[in-house]
């Protein structure tokens, strides 16, 4: 079965950085576009980020352009996202969803997520 | 722009409920298909998608889950709502890059 499994959150300090990681399994990774979306304390849900199956393409919200990069590797099955000059308002729960196909823009499949806290 | 309402629902358990989404601009695609999803996130769980493309059933969901609507006017209802189905709900567009409606808190009575 599908199982996306996130790691690598945890606190950081305003302006500072944190790369977070997305083990898949159970399906063939580099056949699926993969995408990041999160949940912040008290609001709902927001997309960040999209990666292409090959990685040839991606797609970011404005809130994280320029700040955040997604990437994968293929021949680990992993999906990355790097997070830079982070900001009191990312903190957040960051979920990998997959999308059906090599370009999807819908989410079949999503992790459990992994907690990003942005404290001073 | 993604609109809901409620944002908040209170349903007695076999009773139905329904989830208006609106949509700032008309979902339709060229090709004739409209990018309009549902998603529920339990308490404490992940987000699962429900429905696809309006209508469409994800595999597993339940077929009291039911989504209707076209152009920017859509409609998510459950036919008899049951203790698990309690959550929020979000409708999604992705003609464009993908945004989220606000969120509907459905909690039973």
């Known amino acids: 079965q599908v199982q996306l499994v996130e790691s690598g959150g945890g606190v950081v300090q305003p302006g500072g950085s944190l790369t977070v990681s997305c083990a898949a399994s159970?399906?063939?990774?580099?056949?699926?576009?993969m995408h990041w979306v999160r949940r912040a304390p008290g609001k709902g849900l927001e997309w960040m980020t999209f990666?292409?199956?090959?990685?040839?393409?991606?797609e970011y919200a404005d809130s994280v352009k320029g700040r955040f990069t997604i990437s994968r590797d293929n021949s680990r099955d992993t999906l990355y996202l790097q997070m830079n000059s982070l900001r009191l308002e990312d903190t957040a729960v960051y979920y990998c969803?997959?999308?059906?196909?090599?370009?999807?823009?819908?989410?079949?499949?999503w992790g459990q997520g992994t907690l990003v806290t942005v404290a001073s | 722009v993604m609109t809901q309402t409620p944002l908040s629902l209170s349903v007695t358990p076999g009773q139905p409920a329904s989830i208006s989404c609106r949509s700032s601009?008309?979902?339709?695609?060229?090709?004739?298909?409209?990018?309009l999803y549902w998603y529920l996130q339990r308490p404490g769980q992940s987000p699962q998608l429900l429905i696809y493309?309006?209508?469409n059933r994800f595999s597993g969901v339940p077929d009291r889950f039911s989504g209707s609507g076209s152009g920017t006017d859509f409609t998510l209802k459950i036919s008899r709502v049951e203790a698990e189905d309690v959550g929020d709900y979000y409708c999604?567009?992705?003609?464009?890059?993908?945004?989220f409606g606000q969120g509907t808190k459905v909690e039973i009575k």
């Open positions: 969803a997959r999308g059906p196909g090599a370009i999807s823009w819908t989410f079949d499949y």
């Open positions: 159970g399906f063939t990774f580099r056949n699926n576009g």
């Open positions: 990666i292409q199956n090959d990685g040839s393409s991606t």
């Open positions: 601009q008309s979902l339709l695609h060229g090709g004739g298909r409209t990018y």
């Open positions: 493309e309006v209508s």
């Open positions: 999604m567009q992705s003609l464009h890059l993908p945004t």
